[in-house]
Structures are given as C-alpha cells and as structure tokens.
C-alpha cells in the first residue's frame, strides 16, 4: 500500500507563490508518474501538472503552464508543486496522486493512489 502525505498549503494573496510537497511511502517511487490534481468548491477535480518517474517528462494544464512547476527529488521520495502568480481562482484542495504506470496522462481514472489533500486559498 502507498501512501501519500501533501503539505506546504496556506491562505495566500495573489501574485504569492507557494510550494507543495508530497511524500509517499514504498520503494517503487522512481517507477511511477506522479500528478497533482485540485478540486474547488462545486467543481470536479482537476489535472493540474504529472511527471514521470525519471523527472525527464511534464505535462502541465494549460491554466497552469508557465506559473506552476512540477519536480520530484526521488531519494526523498517526494514530489513539488511550485506555485508562482497565484490567482484568485487557484484556491482549491490540492492533491498528489500516483499513476499506474509511468505516463503522465491528464485522467484522473488513471491515477491510483491518492493523498488527503491540502488547502490552497488566494485572496485578491
């Protein structure tokens, strides 16, 4: 059983950065692509960025692309979400997510394992 451990959320005014991080359990990490989805009140959960095991593949949602970056330090077996601009409408409950294999695919479906997720909130 992995499990994933998200921190580093806060309240927050726009144009602030914040980092996430991620913590996971088990000795596959270097295996697996690693995602970051968020979920706002009455919406559904979203793609926000993925890596893959090795860190040399990123794929990014387009309302994220060049304001967020997504690294992995696989000897911690941790995964970072840097957050720079932040908006208002980036407040949401941000989670780390595994993948089943070593894609970085935007599907939720497609991701396994889950964390418990962790406030983000941006005031303007």
């Known amino acids: 059983q992995v499990q994933l451990v998200e921190s580093g959320g806060g309240l927050v005014q726009a144009g602030d950065s914040l980092r996430l991080s991620c913590a996971a359990s088990?000795?596959?990490?270097?295996?697996?692509?690693m995602g970051w989805f968020r979920q706002a009140p009455g919406k559904e959960r979203e793609f926000v960025a993925a890596?893959?095991?090795?860190?040399?593949?990123?794929n990014y949602a387009d309302s994220v692309k060049g304001r967020f970056t997504i690294s992995r330090d696989n000897a911690k077996n941790t995964v970072y979400l840097q957050m720079n601009s932040l908006k208002p409408e980036d407040t949401a409950v941000y989670y780390c997510?595994?993948?089943?294999?070593?894609?970085?695919?935007?599907?939720?479906?497609?991701?396994?394992?889950w964390g418990q997720g962790t406030q983000v909130a941006v005031s303007s």
């Open positions: 997510a595994r993948s089943n294999s070593d894609h970085v695919p935007p599907n939720r479906n497609l991701y396994v394992y």
């Open positions: 890596i893959t095991g090795s860190g040399g593949y990123t």
């Open positions: 088990g000795r596959t990490f270097s295996s697996y692509a």
